[in-house]
């Protein structure tokens, strides 16, 4: 099954059509910071399944001083793919970026040791864990 994904203002689209899994929500700082809130949600996906159909042009890739690479549109400055894409084996796709829909949710938390002091995990029975 393929899946439709799109930044904010249109101009970025892209398709998965390999295997797509929900993973996690992350709440690293890099996270916080790139999703401007508690953090992002993603899925995993083989990187060569990952086919963008418009607007290449517009993607941006900054490789923060720690963890791996993140993709956004540089025009609605959207949060695309996270895990060294393009040049990783696998990317991490922020599910929030996915048109589609699809089949369950992410499992757990992880970078729980970041969670700020004003933020509150939810009481969702996911696996939790501070790296």
């Known amino acids: 099954m393929a899946l439709s994904g799109s930044c904010l203002c249109g101009g970025v689209r892209f398709e998965l059509t390999g ?21 992002t949600a993603n899925g995993w996906a083989p990187t060569d399944s990952i086919r963008i159909v418009a607007g290449q042009e517009l993607l941006r890739t900054y490789q923060p001083e720690e ?23 696998t990317t991490s796709v922020r599910l929030p970026a996915i048109d589609t829909p699809f089949e369950g949710g992410p499992r757990r938390h992880i970078y729980t040791r970041s969670v700020a002091h004003w933020e509150t ?8 864990f501070e790296g």
Request: charged letters at 25%; proline letters at 6%.
């Open 67 to 89: 963890g791996s690479a993140k993709t956004f549109c540089s025009i609605c400055g959207a949060n695309l793919f996270g895990g060294g894409w393009p040049d990783s084996e």
């Open 121 to 128: 995990l939810p009481d969702d029975g996911l696996e939790r």
């Open 19 to 39: 295997e797509f899994e929900p993973r996690s929500f992350c709440h690293c700082t890099t996270c916080k910071r790139i999703s401007g809130g508690v953090g």
